[in-house]
């Protein structure tokens, strides 16, 4: 009576038979209409449905008890049948409650009703004779168990209504406002449709407990109801149950025991976890079957993956939320494997390959996703991991990018897993696969010479992080790889492994069935070669791979596996400059961790000092602020005040050491140094206490990097001890024991603090630095500080003061030096035993301080100084009035002094023609003379580095002498050539100079100079310092240069400018023994010009080159023939080709693209279309301007019968490859031609066509190799993993009508119809796609099987052919697949081959 009376809230007795009939027999697929009244009465009952389910579980209960007990007690179906109860009818109108509720616009009532009665409705399946009394239908079964996923919201990140008890007592309807017009009826609903979606918080609290008491419900079936003949419900559970692992967070720890009480469970996602492992239970059929289903669902769940019941998987975003259920699903997998241990274990190993199949390139999912392989492979026995290694070893060859790639992600995690005994296992040849020896070198080190530059760098980064790990196999062979010592066995080739043909992806699911992965090879390592390769990998194009090659040095340095050479540090230093801004920042990074695990190491130190203090001076701002904040940590943060009684930490040694290097060793990065004190000033870094902690050691044994810190900082100070400076000047010249540079900087701080002097002082200073200057016992770099710091004593407002006060002890110290320079070089005997340090210190003296008084400067003085590079002694003596004239060049002959003496002789005239421009006029002939016929190699070189400077003073007047000075730039000696190089790229810089005439040729010379130091130079002075100012510069220039280089002069405009005949001796590039230099050069400058400079080139060659030799204005002599010839030549160099019609940078050779998105597609399709219009622009630009002058040349060439011919056809031969077909068309002019460029066409091919052959040969001899190992024996017949890609297009598809009738014969003609580059802009713009981007195969797509749980890619032989094999082959790179699915694409050469046949 008590469940009677729990059914009345649903009026079963009201429903007329007609309507539970109608009901049935629409298999519960669609809501049939009920009477008005009873679905109002029945919207208010919803309630009543707790204690009708409370009350129907009390008599299933009480029933299976009665069971187990064999008691004859009457069952629940009898009671309903004796108390008129219709089963037929309860379901029907509980079905009405599901499809009601399952509908979207359902509010919060309809949708809680719905979850109740489909819990009523399993409940009542679980109750012994649901089936006999029909109770069971599948289809609303089904829609029952999928009720979970209708009524709860799918979006809630919409905004919800506030949760007010308002919006609770209407029952989910939203209020209307007032409509002033009909006509905004559709526009309503739609947003009313929306606003529906959204529900308060106490909504969702009321579904989620319906959602609980459903799922409950589900268990509770699972329990009793067996699933064994009904494969479909069991997937339809698996599939709710992976989707409500999503559902809530867990709190607390999860527990998997079935045998707990359901009711106590805390969270949704436990429960599932419950009912997935019932599902798998014996009583639901085929438990192997069973876990198959199970594993595949969490394998998308494992990936983080989204897959819904057909297509392919898309990424979830990462969130806590997310990991959080993946790391619940891999507890969850191995807790089923030690439950169900030799059942699932095969499985675990399917799971495992399928894992790594379907990962995708994405950073965060590999990792992820190797952590679950890592934990994973802890729950398979020794025998079933070392044959997953064993197919994790072929996995490492696949052509997928992707996959290779993860392969070294999961080896990384595998190495941080125990050594695993080989004791246990069945096959002793297992063996091999189990020690992290085979894990690093035939998995890991075996793809350092990947086809794709991403896995390259993951594999350096990798070897690195192996030195960190606590196995010690791992270091030691890390250790044996690199060492010269170390063992040489290794198990893979230094073959390229990856396609060069990479398949396209397939979007269609794997069947979740074993992988087989074939393919072996043998390598033998030598240790030298590793370190080469790792050294040349830090130079390779790609920033990726340079990186992590960085990573790997630095690791390799750090542990002790290479050595400590300069050779190995100075790379690290070296890509603090490199192009790249990502490997600056690494290499920055990379010197500062080797400075902090070695700083003892005084050759680390020098490069972390070469490699940090250059980057403060970086175009790129990030960079520069990475090497300041480094500056600041390891040199500024760590000066506190010194102590005698307490000893320095390692931080502060580190400061003092670097600062130290940077006054002695390295003395010449100090003005990037200056640099950043300057930026640090600004920034107000240099405080009082900083001051007073710096001073502290200005006495100690460091005081030397002490003073250098204190010379730069002592100006941006705002408070200075003078005091403690003063002393330290006094005990410095008491002692007069001081180090070079920490006089010159101790003098910097005296000069910097002078304004701060009182006069005492300051002329107790300047005695003492005018008796050391005349003395002259310091060195070159103590007197030049002597005199600025004297100078700067001596300066006060007052100019005129200030000018007395420097011709007064300059003035003096020139009448010292010219007293002595007299005395040697008028004295007849004074230059046989000259004091050639003396005379290089008095010179170096009279030079500094002339600059600071012009006026004491005597004629006499200046002869004096001549003298030193002449012998005119008879002059001297009657010079003392006015100075003569400038002597001819021809009396100028060698004297007696010194080298040494000559070439500071050189700097100390140079500075006198700085003060003196009539001395300019007179001396440039001497210096240019001494450039050309000088054999003294420091006198020459300081020749270029005076002339340079007074370019910058004197501009016009030594701009006649810039071709003496570029003719250093093929001088014998090294040191010459790059000076003249650095200087004139300056004065190019500040456009002091201008490229007139020869210089940019020489410039050229110099990109091919012999030494490479010299060249490399050239190429960053020319593209990173001069292109950037003038990037028409060597578009400008290319076609002079195919004359100049070859010496030809009979143009009338090119090749014109003046040179002297020693000049194009030394700078020529003629004939064929220059010819490599030549096209090096040619190479170069294409390589960096744009498609619009490369468009217009080929114009100019046409009008400027064929054309002059065309129209006879050139002889076709010996001459004119090398030109023609190695016109055409460049012409067919694959650097003239548009880079828009060449392969997009973003896609590496035989590399697939990964993942590709709508993003990628874009710009897939404009580049076919801009490079579609491009090819049409230069076939319509060489049909108009290039093949009449070929028809022209062609003829010519005939009747001169010169060898050009065949340079000709070799040019035709490469270009008319892209219009094979159109060769009639475009040589209508000359059938003769046309028919010999078919022939020459056809040849070509004939010989690819032997070269694929016998490729092909060796390739089949490889196969059969492999075919024939034991170990391929037993593969199944083997699926074609990938799905072939399109044939390329190399023919052009034949136009229906000719682009032009009439070829232009006269030269006016051409040059009328020449195309400019933005011709190529605007037709890209206005061009329409038109037609697909890629081609599709014949027939319709793959179907997708679900019968098992499982989608399923079949084989892509022919239907019928051969049984589906349960065995999927995935084939390594190297190897060809079986029978390629064959393409819906011709090209026209093979239609047009058919239509013959």
């Known amino acids: 009576m008590e469940l009677t009376f729990a059914l009345r809230f649903l009026k079963l007795h009201e429903f007329p038979q007609a309507w539970v009939n109608a009901v049935w027999n629409a298999e519960f697929t669609e809501m049939i209409p009920m009477e008005e009244n009873l679905e109002e009465e029945l919207s208010v009952c919803v309630e009543d449905f707790r204690s009708l389910y409370t009350c129907l579980l009390t008599f299933s209960r009480e029933q299976q008890q009665s069971l187990s007990q064999d008691d004859n007690s009457q069952s629940i179906w009898t009671q309903l049948r004796d108390n008129g109860v219709s089963v037929q009818s309860l379901v029907a109108v509980l079905s009405s409650f599901v499809l009601t509720g399952k509908a979207k616009s359902a509010n919060v009532q309809q949708r809680v009703g719905c979850l109740h009665a489909a819990s009523l409705y399993l409940l009542l399946l679980g109750i012994p004779g649901s089936i006999s009394n029909k109770v069971f239908h599948e289809i609303f079964l089904d829609a029952c168990l999928s009720a979970i996923t209708h009524c709860w919201p799918q979006d809630l990140g919409k905004k919800r209504k506030k949760d007010t008890v308002k919006c609770s007592q209407a029952e989910g309807k939203r209020s209307k406002p007032p409509r002033k017009e009909t006509q905004e009826m559709e526009v309503d609903e739609e947003e009313e449709e929306e606003v529906e979606l959204n529900f308060s918080n106490q909504d969702l609290n009321r579904i989620r407990g319906a959602v609980v008491l459903l799922v409950q419900s589900i268990l509770r079936l699972l329990q009793t109801f067996s699933l064994k003949e009904k494969p479909q419900i069991a997937c339809t559970c698996i599939q709710i149950f992976t989707k409500l692992l999503y559902f809530e967070p867990v709190i607390g720890e999860l527990h998997f025991d079935i045998g707990q009480d359901i009711t106590k469970l805390q969270s949704i996602p436990e429960m599932a976890f419950i009912g997935l492992q019932l599902n798998c239970s014996s009583k639901h059929g085929d438990q192997k079957e069973s876990l198959r289903r199970l594993f595949h669902r969490l394998l998308y769940v494992i990936l983080m993956m989204n897959k819904g019941d057909r297509g392919r998987p898309t990424l979830l975003v990462l969130s806590h939320a997310v990991l959080a259920t993946r790391d619940q699903a891999i507890q969850f997998v191995c807790h089923v494997v030690n439950e169900l241990k030799e059942l699932a274990r095969p499985l675990l190993k399917v799971l495992l390959q399928h894992i790594c199949l379907q990962m995708v390139e994405k950073c965060e999912y590999r990792t992820h996703g190797a952590q679950a392989v890592g934990i994973l492979t802890f729950e398979m026995s020794n025998t079933d991991y070392a044959d997953f290694i064993k197919w994790l070893y072929n996995f490492s060859r696949h052509s997928k990018m992707v996959s290779r790639l993860f392969s070294v992600d999961v080896v990384m995690v595998l190495l941080r897993q125990p050594e695993r005994s080989p004791e246990e296992l069945d096959d002793p040849r297992m063996t091999c696969y189990l020690p992290h020896q085979f894990l690093i070198q035939s998995l890991l080190f075996a793809r350092r010479n990947d086809n794709s530059p991403t896995v390259q760098s993951h594999v350096f980064t990798c070897l690195a992080q192996c030195l960190e790990l606590s196995s010690l196999n ?90 400590m050479t300069w050779e190995n540090l100075s790379v690290l230093s070296e890509r603090c400059r490199d192009p790249a801004v990502s490997v600056k920042k690494k290499a920055l990074q990379c010197v500062g961790e080797m400075l902090n695990a070695k700083s003892d190491y005084n050759l680390i130190l020098k490069a972390w000092l070469q490699g940090v203090l250059p980057a403060v001076v970086d175009s790129e701002s990030s960079v520069q602020e990475k090497a300041l904040e480094a500056l600041d940590n390891v040199l500024l943060s760590q000066v506190k005040v010194y102590s005698p009684s307490r000893h320095l930490d390692t931080c502060q040694k580190l400061t003092w050491n670097l600062l130290n290097l940077l006054c002695n060793e390295c003395h010449d990065l100090g003005h990037y140094f200056s640099r950043a004190i300057t930026i640090w000033t600004k920034q107000n870094k240099f405080t009082t206490t900083f001051i007073t902690n710096l001073i502290s050691h200005t006495e100690t044994d460091h005081s030397s990097g002490a003073w250098l810190l204190l010379s730069k900082v002592v100006a941006a100070s705002p408070n200075i001890p003078y005091g403690k400076i003063l002393d330290a000047w006094d005990n410095m010249v008491s002692s007069k024991d001081g180090s070079v540079t920490t006089c010159c900087h101790m003098m910097c701080v005296i000069g910097e603090i002078s304004t701060h002097l009182n006069e005492d002082t300051k002329d107790r200073i300047v005695d003492d630095l005018t008796r050391w200057l005349k003395s002259f016992t310091m060195s070159l770099e103590v007197i030049s500080a002597a005199i600025d710091t004297l100078c700067r004593l001596g300066s006060s407002e007052d100019v005129k003061q200030t000018q007395a006060f420097l011709n007064h002890h300059c003035g003096e110290l020139i009448s010292i030096c010219e007293t002595y320079l007299a005395g040697v070089i008028l004295n007849e005997n004074g230059t046989q035993n000259i004091n050639e340090e003396l005379m290089v210190k008095h010179l170096h003296t009279f030079g500094c301080a002339s600059l600071n008084c012009p006026t004491r400067v005597t004629k006499r003085m200046v002869l004096l100084v001549e003298s030193i590079l002449t012998t005119h002694l008879d002059k001297l003596p009657d010079c003392q009035g006015e100075l003569p004239a400038s002597l001819p060049v021809s009396q100028f002959k060698e004297n007696a002094m010194p080298s040494i003496v000559r070439a500071h002789g050189v700097i100390t005239l140079g500075k006198l023609c700085l003060q003196h421009e009539e001395l300019v006029q007179k001396y440039l002939p001497v210096f240019a003379r001494e450039l050309e016929i000088g054999t003294e190699v420091a006198v020459r070189n300081n020749v270029v580095v005076i002339m340079c400077d007074l370019c910058v003073r004197y501009t016009n007047v030594v701009d006649h002498y810039i071709p003496n000075i570029s003719a250093c730039l093929r001088d014998n000696e090294t040191i010459i050539r790059e000076q003249t190089l650095i200087m004139l790229t300056n004065l190019l810089q500040e456009e002091f100079v201008k490229w007139k005439g020869s210089l940019f040729f020489r410039f050229m010379v110099a990109l091919v100079d012999p030494v490479p130091a010299i060249a490399s130079l050239c190429e960053y002075c020319l593209l990173h310092l001069l292109l950037r100012k003038n990037p028409e510069m060597f578009s400008q220039h290319f076609i002079e240069c195919i004359y100049h280089f070859n010496s030809y002069s009979a143009h009338k405009s090119y090749n014109k400018f003046p040179q002297t005949e020693s000049e194009k001796v030394r700078f020529s590039l003629k004939g064929p023994q220059h010819r490599e230099k ?67 940078d973003g896609i590496a050779a035989g590399e697939e693209q990964e993942e590709a998105n709508m993003a990628t597609m874009t710009k897939v399709v404009l580049q076919a279309a801009q490079n579609k219009v491009a090819s049409q622009v230069k076939k319509r630009a060489f049909i108009e301007n290039t093949v009449p002058l070929i028809i022209n040349l062609k003829h010519l060439l005939e009747q001169k019968k010169s060898p050009v011919l065949k340079d000709l056809t070799a040019y035709l031969r490469v270009t008319m490859q892209d219009y094979r077909d159109e060769v009639k068309e475009f040589f209508a002019g000359d059938d003769q031609l046309a028919a010999e460029v078919e022939f020459i066409l056809k040849e070509a091919e004939k010989e690819r066509d032997m070269e694929k052959q016998m490729d092909n040969c060796n390739l089949m001899e490889k196969q059969a190799s492999v075919h024939s190992s034991p170990a391929r024996s037993g593969v199944a017949h083997s699926f074609n993993f990938a799905t072939p890609q399109p044939l390329n297009q190399n023919h052009r598809r034949a136009q229906s009508e000719r682009l032009i009738r009439i070829l232009p014969r006269t030269k006016s003609d051409r040059q009328s119809k020449s195309l400019t580059w933005e011709e190529i802009h605007t037709s890209v713009i206005s061009l329409g796609v038109t037609n697909r981007a890629f081609s599709t195969p014949n027939g319709d797509g793959k179907n997708l099987s679900f019968e098992d749980g499982v989608s399923a890619i079949y084989s892509d032989k022919t239907a019928g052919s051969h049984e589906e094999s349960s065995i999927l082959q995935v084939r390594s790179g190297e190897e060809q697949p079986a029978r390629p699915r064959q393409w819906n694409v011709k090209s026209p050469l093979r239609q047009q081959k058919e239509a013959c046949v």
């Open 1078 to 1144: 030549r096209f090096r050069i040619y190479r170069f400058l294409l390589e960096h010009f744009t498609d619009a400079q490369r468009f217009n080139i080929s114009n100019r060659i046409n009008q400027n080159v064929l054309a002059c030799f065309a129209d006879e204005e050139l002889p076709l002599d010996a001459g004119g023939a090398d030109i023609l010839s190695e016109t055409f030549n460049i012409l067919t160099l694959k650097e003239m080709k548009l880079k828009a019609m060449s392969q997009p």
């Open 474 to 563: 791992a270091t030691c062979t890390v250790q044996n790889l690199f060492s010269a010592t170390g063992a040489q066995t290794v198990l893979e080739g230094e073959s390229t492994e990856g396609s060069s043909n990479p398949p396209q992806k397939t979007y269609q699911s794997l069947p979740f069935r074993t992988v087989e992965v074939g393919g072996t090879d043998s390598l033998v390592c030598d240790a030298r070669e590793n370190i080469g390769l790792l050294l040349r990998r830090v130079q390779d194009s790609k920033s990726n791979v340079r990186k992590s090659a960085l990573q790997a040095l630095v690791g390799f340095l750090k542990h002790g596996v290479i050595p």
